[in-house]
Structures are given as C-alpha cells and as structure tokens.
C-alpha cells in the first residue's frame, strides 16, 4: 500500500492530538530541562565538571557525535572532557539559541549554540541534544555537537 507525503502529514497531525495535550506538559519539559542546561553552564564555568556530567546518562549506550568522532558510554566522554577542557582549558561555557522541543513528557530534543571562549581563542558550534526522562531525573542520551 502506497501512502503519499501529504497523507502520512494527516495521519502524523491527527495522532499528534491523540493522548495527553500537549500543552499539559511541554511547559513543565521546557523548564525542567532548561533548569537542568542552566546548571550544567553553571557547574563548567565554576570548574565542577563532574555537576557538568551529572546529566548525561551513565551508561554505556550514551552516545557523543562531535567533530569526525563517535564517543560511546559515559566513561568514555567523562574522559574526553576532562583532557580536553581541564584546567585554563576549561574556558567560559555559554549556550544561546537554545530550542526545547517536548516530544513526550519523558523525551525531548534540544537544538542550540555552544561556545567556549577560551584566553585566546573562542570554540563554537551548535548541538543536538536528545534528552529522556530516566529513574525521575532527566539525561542526556545522544549529543551530536558540531
């Protein structure tokens, strides 16, 4: 059975109305999670990496896309940050643009811009953030950061 685009758009936006409204939760996932990107900028910028980390998912499924690499678990990114962004190399976290988009009231995608600036240069880019609700806490599972 063939379904054309338009038809599988209805078929999208009409189930997209089924179930809990939207507006019942998106707001609360916009600010739970913004709260949550707040104090991960916080924790960077005030040297605590480990306040930084708390929300990526401990597990070894977590994914991290950045750059021409794939990163797998969280031990592997901990890693990653610690010897690249220790000490002065740490720089001034800062994200803007941010975009929280609810896609249940246990997982959403965040879209934004990143940057560090560092004593002499600055790094930026944007993210993809794909965040669920685990054990009543919300994680990150996916970052692709470019």
């Not at 678990?73 to 000490?87: D, K, R």
């Not at 609700?133 to 970052?143: E, M, N, Q, T």
Request: charged share 25%; proline share 1%; aromatic share 10%.
């Amino acid at each position: 059975m063939k379904i054309s685009i338009a038809a599988s758009i209805m078929i999208a936006v009409l189930l997209s109305g089924c179930g809990e409204s939207g507006g019942e939760y998106e707001l609360a996932v916009r600010e739970e999670i913004g709260s949550a990107m707040k104090e991960q900028v916080d924790s960077w910028n005030s040297g605590e990496l480990a306040g930084f980390m708390k929300y990526y998912w401990h597990s070894e499924e977590m994914t991290f896309h950045g750059g021409k690499r794939r990163l797998q678990g969280w031990e592997t990114l901990n890693s990653m940050y610690i010897e690249t962004y220790s000490g002065e190399q740490r720089g001034i976290l800062e994200f803007s643009g941010v975009e929280i988009n609810a896609i249940s009231p246990e997982s959403a995608y965040v879209l934004g811009d990143w940057k560090i600036e560092l004593p002499d240069t600055v790094k930026q880019g944007k993210f993809t953030l794909i965040w669920r609700k685990i054990d009543g806490g919300w994680r990150i599972v996916h970052d692709h950061s470019s």
